[in-house]
């Protein structure tokens, strides 16, 4: 009879290869089934999920106030749940029919989903002119201005 030595070094690779081995193949079954799970959820709630625009420029007219306006931002964060929109280093841009303009900058701004309700926030700087001319009438500095159309 044939006596086989096995090198206890040999012994333990084996093992630990073959244990690696299960765990890769339990990983790669159960893995597959979460990603399903992971992709529902986040279908599931993607109405719910923040949309970040850059460079935005919005211009409305309102044609019972007789106004015009333009926001421009470097950045508008949209909320859908809540219907409101985050804005970063907004300018708001007012002309109205009477020949005045005025020119809103702040650091940051939240407008509602309607875009009925405006709030700049943070060393607000109100500047208004008289077109066509473009001669300033008026300069204000505060901390937060909010308009409703």
Same mark, same amino acid.
């Given at each position: 009879?044939?006596?086989?030595?096995?090198?206890?070094?040999?012994?333990?690779?084996?093992?630990?290869?073959?244990?690696? $081995?299960?765990?890769?193949?339990?990983?790669?079954?159960?893995?597959?089934?979460?990603? %399903?799970?992971?992709?529902?959820?986040?279908?599931?709630?993607? %109405?719910?999920?923040?949309?970040?625009?850059?460079?935005?420029?919005? $211009?409305?007219?309102?044609?019972?106030?007789?106004? *015009?306006?333009?926001?421009?931002? +470097?950045?508008?964060?949209? #909320?859908?749940?809540? %219907?409101? !929109?985050?804005?970063?280093?907004? @300018?708001? =841009?007012?002309?109205?029919?009477?020949? =005045?303009?005025? @020119? @809103?900058?702040?650091?940051?701004?939240?407008?509602? !989903?309607?875009?009925?309700? +405006?709030?700049?926030?943070?060393? @607000?700087?109100? +500047?208004?002119?008289?077109?066509?001319?473009?001669?300033?009438?008026?300069?204000?500095?505060?901390? %937060?201005?909010?308009? *409703? #159309?």
């Amino acid at each position: 009879m044939r006596r086989i030595s096995v090198n206890s070094q040999a012994l333990v690779t084996v093992v630990l290869v073959s244990a690696l $081995t299960a765990v890769c193949i339990f990983v790669l079954i159960g893995g597959a089934e979460s990603e %399903k799970e992971r992709l529902a959820f986040v279908g599931s709630n993607l %109405k719910e999920r923040e949309q970040v625009l850059e460079n935005v420029k919005i $211009t409305r007219t309102v044609p019972d106030m007789q106004v *015009n306006y333009r926001i421009e931002t +470097i950045r508008l964060t949209q #909320y859908p749940e809540q %219907k409101t !929109g985050e804005l970063v280093s907004p @300018v708001l =841009t007012e002309t109205r029919a009477d020949g =005045t303009q005025l @020119v @809103v900058t702040a650091q940051t701004g939240v407008i509602n !989903g309607n875009e009925e309700s +405006i709030e700049l926030n943070g060393d @607000v700087e109100i +500047i208004e002119r008289q077109l066509p001319e473009n001669t300033e009438t008026t300069r204000v500095k505060t901390s %937060k201005f909010i308009v *409703n #159309y």
